[in-house]
């Protein structure tokens, strides 16, 4: 799986990262949920710090389509509920 980071890289992840990404993201959608400016801060940074971790940078002069796209850690909770949409067809961040 390739994860891109906006304003960062493209990283390489195993698929077996997938169960905790989603949970890291799970609690990324409930910050969002509660409008909660601080809370969404700290859970997109566990979020973007699991992939950079886990993840193998790719080079800069790689072109490879990415599987999913992140913003980064200063997006505020208006940025990434409109990321992730208003109606009950797209949980989180990650389809």
Same mark, same amino acid.
């Given at each position: &799986? @390739?994860? $891109? @980071? =906006?304003?960062?890289?493209?990283? $390489?992840? /195993? #698929?077996?990262?997938? /169960?905790?990404?989603?949970?890291? %993201? #799970? #609690?990324?959608?409930?910050?969002?949920?509660?409008? /909660?400016?601080?809370?969404?801060?700290?859970?997109?940074?566990?979020? =973007?710090?699991?992939?950079?971790?886990?993840?193998?940078? =790719?080079?800069? %002069?790689?072109?490879?389509? +990415?599987?999913? @796209?992140?913003? %980064?850690?200063?997006?505020?909770?208006?940025?990434?509920?409109?990321? @992730?949409?208003? #109606? %009950? +067809?797209? /949980?989180?961040? &990650?389809?």
């Amino acid at each position: &799986m @390739i994860v $891109r @980071i =906006l304003g960062e890289g493209q990283y $390489r992840l /195993d #698929d077996a990262e997938l /169960d905790l990404l989603n949970a890291l %993201d #799970d #609690d990324v959608e409930a910050a969002v949920t509660a409008g /909660d400016a601080a809370w969404l801060k700290r859970a997109l940074e566990r979020l =973007l710090g699991e992939v950079r971790t886990q993840g193998v940078l =790719l080079d800069d %002069d790689l072109l490879v389509d +990415s599987d999913l @796209i992140l913003p %980064d850690a200063e997006a505020t909770v208006e940025q990434v509920r409109e990321w @992730i949409g208003e #109606d %009950d +067809s797209f /949980d989180g961040l &990650m389809p």
